[in-house]
Structure formats: structure tokens, C-alpha cells
């Protein structure tokens, strides 16, 4: 078991450090420009960078991105290293069937579109807080259900978990030989079994203090229209298409 | 499992996003009109699911794997509230951590917060009367499974993916049908362990459950692939590149420069130098007025 909560933590400690990372504290313009157009923004760049095999238009959307990022002041490095993890596996992926067509310009431009893509992405993130994604999405006409739904899975996640480890810590002070995987599994179900009732009981605790506190989920902010990111964008995607 | 952007076609993504809109707004509007299911319980259980998701169990050999819950979220919640509670796991997964993307979002909330939720909880529900336990196996099995193959099936049919759809599959699903014998088995652990200490929440997961939309939404999992095929056939592959060249903007001949000589080739050389220089303007001016516009702080 004790495996089991090891690799957890090890796992998770890296996981919910992106919960802090993406409350980015900096301003820069891109942070105040309204979240719903930031997003049609990012598809915009995905699909782009999506829709082609040529090099020079990925190119030019990776070279928007990056000069997007370096130009409100985000740090390129963060950007390009939370960006390259998949980009390299994605190389890993097409590499078997690359040599085998013999086509090394697929080789590279299959990972640089995922690069690009992913790149557009995480510069979203970066300049989002979670809460104004979700003012976005509201905005793009989500139903409300779904977003309030997300909006308190994302509250109570840490909250969860750490309810997860106090059991699975619990149980683990009270093992007294070492325990087999089979073993493992079946404690750790239980322990999940376990996690899942608290996390009901839980649930009706937390409905009948929303209920005293009042039901209703507020997401506001403030934003600019965006006038000069549409107008970055339009730009790019007129290059593009002129490439 | 995730697959992020770049793997599939837009018409195939733009397809999956389609049938995944039409059953999470089923699902969503199934859970408004239930009595036993709210806002609050699908959140936390949501994030429950999510921090289940975060437990690496050790399996020999030195590695790990994790734990998705699509299945058991269908068997404890019911397939609507299941697909839901699934929905905004993954939802967070590509907002907050980029785990897929926003374009594959469609795909991705349809393997797991679809297929394998409803697969799930299909086939518990036929096997239960024999043993709980070994419907739960089977379900959190064969729903992982299959949610695998779905993905295969997505990206094989991709003419972006080069790989043949049937490596793509086997790829997908041998994988995930050896690991997913480890979500069977939780799964089953879980729910026997639930099942004999509140057997009383089963039913927030039998309630009202007419048998008409979920078999629709059977046969919508069994012809997604066919839509995804077709999709594929009507819409290959760079819709974009294809409607530049129908509008005259793009060009075959060798690359020549941005705009050679600050033209743009098929336009009035005029009209085509004030158009590049109004693209180069607007680019750059973008740029400096959003560096201008920047908060103090």
C-alpha cells in the first residue's frame, strides 16, 4: 500500500502544482482581454495550425504564438517546455511509420503541428484564470448546469484528495505486514469505496450550505473587447491563408 | 487517452463534437428534470472522480497505472449524472492542464464521458442480476476497452494520423484491454464495497431511466464510427487550405516570399500591395498596442 500512496503523491504533488501555476498573478494585456475571445482566438490559431502539412504556415502560427507570448511579457520558456512534452512523444509516435514511408517531412511537420497546437493552448492557459474560462464559456452560451458543475469540481478537487490520502494514509498505519499488488488492489478499492460514501455525505453537507448561503454561482469580470488581438489574429490568418 | 490536437481531422472532430452536444444535453437535461441528483452532489462527486483519478497503482514490473472511472461513474450516478460528472473531469483536464485538445475536446468527451460511461453502465446493468461484483469487473473492463478503441478508431480514420485505422485500433485496444483489467477490478472492488454498505444509493443510479433515450444513445455509440467514416470521406483533410485556394489566395508555385514584392499573386498589383501592407500594418500594430495596453501592475 504504501507503494500505492508514494507514486500517488509523487504523481499528484506534480499535477496540482499547474492549480497554482495557472493562477498566474501577472498582468499583461492578454490577461485582460475578454475570455471568450481569447478562446475563439485560441481555435482560431489551433485550427490553423491544425489544417495544414506545410511547414511555413505551421511555422508562421507557432512564430504568432511565441511572438504573441514574448510580446505581453509571458515567459517563452514556461510556454514552450509545457508545450514540448507531447510534441516529443507525438515524434515517437510517427516515427515507425515515417521511416517507413521514407517521409521525413511528415516526421517533423505531424509533431510541429501537435507543437503549435498545444502551444495555442497553453498560452490560453496561461493568461486565464480557470474562474474567467469558465465566464467565457458562460458567455459563449454553455449551459449554466455544466459550467456550475465544473466550477465545483474544480473547487473541491484538492479537498477531495486530500480526504483520499487521510483514508489511504489510515488504512496504511494500520497495516501491519507487507501486502501482495492483489492485496494492494483490494485495500485500495475499499479505501475508494470508503472515499466515494464521505465524498456523498460530503456533497450533502455542501448542498445545504449553498442552500443557506444561496444557490447561485456568480462568474463577473471586467474585460477589454480584445480590438487588437482580433486584429492580430485576423492578420495572421490572412498571412496564412496568402502563404 | 486524451488525444490532443493535431491527431484528428476537422470533419472528424467536428462530427464527434456534434454527437457528443447532442448527449451531454440529453444527459444535462435528463439530471435538471431528476429528483435525487443536483448540482452540488455532481460536482463533488466530479471532483471525488477526478482525485480518484490522481491514485498511480503499482502493477509488476515497476510501473503504474491510473484509475478513469467512467464506468463506475455511470453504475453510481446513473449514465446521465455519470456522463456529466465524466464531462467536467475532462472538461478541467483540457482547460486547466491542456490533457487534449480543444478541438479533439469533442473526440475526447465522447470516449470517456460517452462510451465509456454508457458502455459501462450498459453492461453492468445486464450482468448484475448474475453477481455485482463480476458486472462491475466486466463493465469498468470492457468500458475502458472499448472507450480505447473508440480513440483508435477517431484517429485511424484520420488522414492526419497516417498509421492503417486497424493499427491504430489494436494499438488502442490490446493496450487498454490489459490495463483495463485493473479498472475492472477497482471498479468492482468499489462498488461491491458501496453495494454492501449503502445499498440504498443504487438507487440514485436506477432512477428514472426510460429505456427509449438510452437506446438511442446505444445506436448513436455504434454508428459514430460510421459517421466518423463518412465525415472523413465528405471532408478531407485541410478545409482550410481548401477554401484559400477557391478563393484564389493560395498559389502552387514554389515559395517566393511572403508577398513577392509586396504583391499578392491573382490580385491587382495595386490592390495586392495594399493589401500586404495593410497585413503587415495591422500584425504589427497589434502587437505594439497590446504591449502599450498592458496593465501598470
Redesign the interface.
Given at each position: 500500500m504504501h507503494l500505492l500512496i508514494e507514486k500517488t503523491v509523487k504523481s499528484a504533488t506534480s499535477y496540482f502544482q499547474d492549480f497554482f501555476i495557472h493562477e498566474y498573478s501577472r498582468k499583461t494585456y492578454l490577461h485582460d482581454v475578454h475570455p471568450s475571445i481569447k478562446l475563439l482566438g485560441t481555435l482560431a490559431f489551433i485550427i490553423l495550425s491544425i489544417s495544414t502539412f506545410q511547414v511555413k504556415k505551421i511555422l508562421l502560427i507557432l512564430a504568432s504564438v511565441y511572438v504573441l507570448a514574448l510580446n505581453t511579457g509571458l515567459d517563452v520558456g514556461v510556454l514552450a517546455k509545457r508545450s514540448s512534452l507531447f510534441a516529443i512523444f507525438s515524434f515517437l509516435i510517427v516515427l515507425p511509420v515515417s521511416v517507413f514511408e521514407r517521409d521525413v517531412v511528415y516526421l517533423i511537420t505531424f509533431p510541429l503541428r501537435v507543437f503549435a497546437s498545444i502551444s495555442s493552448l497553453q498560452l490560453f492557459i496561461l493568461t486565464t484564470r480557470f474562474s474567467e474560462i469558465l465566464y467565457g464559456l458562460k458567455k459563449l452560451r454553455i449551459p449554466g448546469m455544466m459550467i456550475d458543475i465544473i466550477w465545483l469540481t474544480y473547487r473541491y478537487t484538492i479537498s477531495m484528495f486530500r480526504d483520499l490520502l487521510s483514508i489511504l494514509v489510515a488504512r496504511e498505519a494500520r497495516r501491519l505486514k507487507k501486502t501482495s499488488h492483489i492485496e494492494t488492489l483490494k485495500g485500495g478499492s475499499k479505501s475508494l469505496g470508503l472515499f466515494l460514501l464521505r465524498s456523498f455525505e460530503k456533497a450533502e453537507e455542501i448542498e445545504l450550505a449553498m442552500n443557506a448561503r444561496g444557490r447561485k454561482i456568480s462568474y463577473r469580470g471586467k474585460y477589454r473587447a480584445g480590438f487588437f488581438y482580433i486584429l492580430y489574429i485576423s492578420g495572421v490568418a490572412t498571412w496564412w491563408m496568402m502563404l | 487517452m486524451h488525444i490532443?490536437?493535431?491527431?484528428l481531422d476537422?470533419s472528424i472532430a467536428a462530427v464527434m463534437w456534434v454527437l457528443t452536444a447532442l448527449v451531454?444535453?440529453l444527459s444535462?437535461k435528463k439530471?435538471?428534470e431528476s429528483k435525487n441528483l443536483?448540482?452540488?452532489?455532481?460536482?463533488?462527486?466530479?471532483?471525488?472522480i477526478?482525485?480518484?483519478q490522481?491514485?498511480?497503482?503499482?502493477?509488476?514490473g515497476g510501473t503504474?497505472a491510473?484509475?478513469v472511472g467512467g464506468a463506475l461513474a455511470g453504475i453510481?450516478l446513473g449514465p446521465y449524472a455519470g456522463s456529466?460528472?465524466m464531462?467536467?473531469?475532462v472538461?478541467?483536464q483540457a482547460?486547466?492542464?491542456?490533457d487534449g485538445?480543444?478541438?479533439a475536446l469533442g473526440a475526447n468527451l465522447w470516449n470517456m464521458a460517452v462510451v465509456n460511461v454508457f458502455v459501462g453502465w450498459y453492461i453492468y446493468r445486464l450482468l448484475e442480476r448474475y453477481s455485482k461484483f463480476g458486472a462491475a469487473f466486466v463493465a469498468g473492463w470492457l468500458g475502458i476497452t472499448t472507450a480505447a478503441i473508440f480513440v483508435g478508431i477517431e484517429a485511424g480514420l484520420s488522414a492526419?494520423f497516417?498509421?492503417p485505422a486497424f493499427v491504430a485500433i489494436s494499438a488502442m485496444g490490446v493496450w487498454h484491454g490489459v490495463l483495463g483489467l485493473?479498472e475492472g477490478?477497482?471498479t468492482?472492488?468499489?462498488?461491491?464495497?458501496?453495494h454492501s454498505?449503502?445499498p440504498d444509493?443504487e438507487e440514485t443510479s436506477n432512477a428514472v431511466i426510460s429505456k427509449v433515450p438510452v437506446a438511442f444513445i446505444g445506436v448513436m455509440i455504434l454508428l459514430s464510427p460510421v459517421f466518423a467514416y463518412l465525415a472523413e470521406i465528405v471532408g478531407y483533410s485541410?478545409?482550410?487550405?481548401n477554401?484559400?485556394e477557391e478563393?484564389g489566395?493560395?498559389e502552387k508555385q514554389s515559395?517566393t516570399g511572403?508577398?513577392p514584392d509586396y504583391t499578392?499573386p491573382g490580385v491587382n498589383e495595386y490592390i495586392g500591395t495594399l493589401?500586404?501592407g495593410a497585413?503587415?500594418v495591422?500584425?504589427f500594430?497589434?502587437?505594439a498596442?497590446?504591449?502599450q495596453?498592458?496593465?501598470a501592475?
Open positions: - | 490532443p490536437d493535431g491527431y476537422l451531454i444535453g444535462l439530471v435538471a443536483n448540482v452540488p452532489l455532481l460536482g463533488v462527486i466530479s471532483a471525488a477526478f482525485a480518484a490522481m491514485l498511480n497503482w503499482p502493477i509488476p503504474s491510473h484509475f453510481l456529466i460528472a464531462a467536467s473531469v472538461a478541467i482547460f486547466l492542464y491542456g485538445g480543444l478541438i492526419s497516417r498509421y485493473i477490478f477497482i468492482a472492488g468499489i462498488v461491491s464495497y458501496i454498505s449503502r444509493l485541410e478545409p482550410l487550405e477554401v484559400a478563393i489566395l493560395a515559395y511572403i508577398f499578392i493589401i500586404s497585413v503587415g495591422v500584425i500594430l497589434s502587437l498596442f497590446m504591449r495596453h498592458a496593465s501592475d
